[in-house]
């Protein structure tokens, strides 16, 4: 079993896998502009991000985890 990589996205190799994730419809490509966003990698796949804000708090904008495979379980989340 791999490990997951977790990495900040860079938007020239990612943003078609992101967009997969998230339909135009649901979450429009700006988004990735603005948010800072980290990957999930698992077997060189991006299955997974996060989005957020940097307060002290911490904001949390959006989430996703690919669905059609096997993923449960695999500490992507």
Known sequence: MS???IRMMDL???LEALTEL???EVKPPVHFYVYPTL???LDDIIVGYIQFTLTPDG???S????IER???GRGIG
């Open 22 to 24: 998230s339909p135009l």
């Open 12 to 14: 020239n190799r990612d």
């Open 39 to 41: 990957v999930a990698i």
């Open 70 to 72: 096997n993923y449960k």
């Open 63 to 66: 989430l996703a985890i690919r």
């Open 3 to 5: 490990d997951v990589v």
């Open 59 to 61: 904001i949390l904008h």
